[in-house]
């Protein structure tokens, strides 16, 4: 059997390349080709980047964004809506709902959604803070904002019945976010519309 023309240190990087979503084998091999090439202007400032982020990024107290501080820039601005608590189910929607400037409130990230198939149950989210933060006296509004997938439904259902001794408007996001729909891959206008004529749950 001929020995394989890739080094261990070489097909350690093109391992660790295809666990990231969207790189299989192949992809994470050209990865790891192009980054090769650009030691000086990519690889090296990219292991640089790779490791202070593993250092100094955290999962923000509060609302659970990714930052470097905590609590984390968003939660630290006083500009923002106190009254208005979003619910999304990770940190991508949350970039994805501040990137379209759709929402001027604060944010609660779930970190997933209950998926009884894949063993996700409500234990495994960051629901219990959730309803702690909307029973706070500034709290007026929970708006439920996770896609539109059996997922996200049912999900969105569960935090409804629990949020009802919160005393508190529970809405959702209405038009333009389609059935099945990921709130990261859609546009910005999309989901500011969305979150504009967002309706009573």
Not at 54 to 70: L, Q, T, Y
Not at 152 to 181: C, F, K, M, N
């Amino acid at each position: 059997m001929p020995s394989s023309p890739i080094g261990p240190e070489l097909q350690r990087l093109i391992d660790l390349l295809a666990k990231m979503p969207g790189l299989g084998p192949r992809s994470a091999k050209r990865a790891a080709l192009y980054l090769l090439k650009k030691r000086g202007a990519v690889m090296e400032p990219l292991a640089f980047a790779l490791d202070d982020a593993a250092k100094k990024v955290k999962a923000c107290s509060i609302c659970g964004n990714w930052d470097s501080i905590d609590p984390c820039a968003v939660c630290a601005d006083a500009t923002r809506d106190k009254s208005v608590l979003c619910v999304v189910q990770d940190v991508g929607d949350l970039w994805a709902l501040e990137r379209a400037g759709a929402h001027k409130g604060r944010y609660h990230v779930l970190g997933g959604l209950l998926s009884p198939l894949d063993g996700i149950g409500p234990d495994d989210l960051n629901i219990g803070r959730l309803i702690e933060r909307a029973k706070e006296p500034e709290t007026k509004e929970v708006v439920i904002a996770l896609a539109s997938t059996v997922d996200g439904q049912t999900t969105a259902h569960y935090l409804t019945e629990h949020l009802e001794s919160a005393s508190v408007a529970i809405t959702r996001l209405s038009q333009g976010v389609p059935v099945g729909g990921e709130l990261d891959h859609l546009d910005e206008g999309t989901l500011a519309a969305a979150m504009k004529t967002r309706r009573e749950f």
